[in-house]
């Protein structure tokens, strides 16, 4: 899938799920949980036992979806997940020479920032995206909103702390889209198995998502 079609993707979607598991098995559960849930879109968090060979398996089985990896502090682990199929990069936080690699590779790349200056620092270098991390605890949605004053051009991927209640906030605040774990993909529904229970899930974020860029475009309308 080329960069143009991944970027395009995931401001389509509005959601990141963010695979951040205990082991390789229970990640594939949950991707394909997901998946089957309407999103098809799953971060794989290098946290994850094995996380370069779950990208790999799933870029071989699942071509239609979008496979990033998460968590990323240097270039040789950005590569070897590059290598292994992955469509975008992401680390929690601002590392320019991973930005510089994605622009050279010609992916997707959603670096994390927080404050102003990182997001400007980011942006100028060539992020796809930034994403703000960790959202919740510095604001929450005030604080997209707050960002999006001086910076309307940025795409904001918000992460960190988003939850049902939040969801659509962060949306009409100005995020191209959320960054969401524990809360779409419960441990205990993976440890009991329950895909019914995150294919809700998933349907809802996507309702949150879906229903705040209805009311946005009413209002645009409207004025």
Known sequence: MKKEEVQARIEEIGIIPAVRLSSADDARFATE????GGIPIVEITMTVPGAIEVISELAR?????????????????AR?????????????????A?????????????????TPT???????????????????????DTYIKALKRPFPQVRLIAAGGVNQRTAANFILAGASAIGVGGELIPKDA????????????????LGFVNGARTRMAAAKGAS
């Open 98 to 114: 991973i930005v510089e690699f994605a622009r050279k590779e010609n992916v997707v790349v959603l670096p994390g920032a927080l």
């Open 80 to 96: 070897r997940c590059l290598d292994a199929g992955a469509t975008f990069l992401t680390s929690p936080g601002l590392d320019l």
């Open 190 to 205: 993976i440890a009991l198995h329950q895909a019914k229970r995150i294919h809700e899930l998933a349907r809802r974020f």
């Open 118 to 140: 990182e997001v400007t620092t980011a942006w100028k270098a060539g992020a796809d995206f930034v994403k703000v991390f960790p959202c919740a605890q510095v604001g929450g």
């Open 61 to 77: 089985n699942s071509p239609e979806l979008i496979i990033g990896a998460g968590t990323l502090f240097d270039l040789e682990t």
């Open 33 to 36: 949980a997901v998946s089957h």
